[in-house]
């Protein structure tokens, strides 16, 4: 049974906006999103904490990106807005299950999503 599954990711113009999901089959305590471009390591976004939905974003978060979830605590969303060519990346959700992770840092996570592509041209 797949605990994790990314979707949404796609090729767009830059300027446009995209909504990616992550269906949770498990329980959490966070839910987070990363990203990796193209020869670039696995980057922080943000995560969303599942029970009360307070989210914590990256410290170099620009505003552009949100993170939420639905009331059902079955789907995780990450909504890209004024995408840029430097978006292009695998974006990956990611489950953290421990309460004295670090939930900013890869290693926080236990179970990772397969990622879903987004290419933002210019």
């Known amino acids: 049974q797949v605990q994790l599954a990314e979707s949404g990711g796609g090729a767009v113009q830059a300027g446009d906006s995209l909504r990616l999901s992550c269906a949770v089959n498990i329980h959490t305590i966070v839910m987070g999103w990363f990203r990796q471009g193209p020869g670039k390591d696995r980057e922080f976004l943000g995560f969303?904490?599942?029970?009360?939905?307070?989210?914590t974003f990256s410290n170099s978060a620009d505003g552009r990106f949100v993170i939420s979830r639905d009331n059902a605590k079955t789907t995780l969303y990450l909504q890209l807005s004024s995408l840029k060519p430097d978006d292009t990346a695998t974006y990956y959700c990611?489950?953290?299950?421990?309460?004295?992770?670090?939930?900013?840092?890869?290693?926080?996570?236990?179970?990772w999503g397969q990622g879903t592509q987004v290419t933002v041209s210019s």
């Open positions: 969303i904490h599942w029970t009360s939905g307070n989210v």
């Open positions: 990611a489950a953290g299950q421990r309460f004295t992770a670090d939930f900013t840092t890869l290693s926080g996570y236990d179970i």
